[in-house]
């Protein structure tokens, strides 16, 4: 599938992309800030579905639940597009789920954050590259389903999960040096807080 984005023109990394690595604390320090601007947002205008990119009917949802299973995974028809059971288990709550309607895809940083913390400004290309992500496995997860309700569109200044802080931190971070995206000034006092409590994680990131 990153193939698959590649080919079809959509953002990936490249030359022109540098490599980011830092401290946790370092990196949490480093995110610009600006005031979130949330006006005129529309999901579906502004960033589209899943895609298939490389054809083989197996969409984003279907290719995360592919790379996140821990066991074979079976499909509701021979066609193999859509998966019926595996086994998940959800990083945020660690909760193992058995079948695929059980879990969501969420966005490590919701869409609707996304757009007010930058992606406004984008090409539409690039907005639904960013809603397709499967180059880097922090971008998209496989949760279940209510604590994705649970979360809907907010950072970590609101919610946190019940599991992995540290993980949760250092993934949200990585995602916005990823695409540029800015902070506001509560939320980047927030992930400073958080990111002071895990002083042995560093960010590893590609640009795009």
């Not at 993980?167 to 949200?172: D, E, H, T, V």
Request: proline fraction near 5%; include cysteine.
């Amino acid at each position: 599938m990153a193939a698959g984005l590649l080919l079809a023109g959509l953002a990936v990394p490249s030359e022109a992309a540098p490599y980011y690595s830092a401290p946790l604390r370092t990196a949490a320090r480093s995110l610009p800030v600006a005031a979130e601007n949330n006006a005129g947002y529309d999901r579906t205008r502004y960033f589209g579905s899943w895609l298939d990119t490389n054809r083989d009917c197996q969409n984003t949802r279907a290719e995360v639940l592919l790379q996140e299973t821990k066991a074979p995974v079976t499909f509701t028809t021979a066609r193999k597009c859509t998966l019926r059971t595996g086994r998940w288990v959800s990083v945020w709550d660690n909760r193992t789920h058995y079948s695929a309607s059980a879990v969501e895809i969420d966005h490590t940083v919701p869409v609707h954050e996304a757009w007010g913390s930058g992606a406004r400004y984008w090409s539409q290309a690039r907005r639904v590259a960013f809603y397709n992500d499967l180059s880097d496995s922090r971008s998209l997860n496989a949760l279940t389903a209510a604590l994705n309700s649970a979360k809907q569109a907010r950072g970590p200044e609101s919610w946190m999960p019940p599991a992995n802080s540290c993980a949760y931190i250092g993934q949200w971070i990585a995602v916005k040096i990823r695409w540029g995206l800015r902070v506001d000034s509560v939320e980047k006092a927030a992930l400073i807080r958080y990111a002071d409590r895990c002083p042995n994680v560093t960010v590893g990131v590609t640009r795009v």
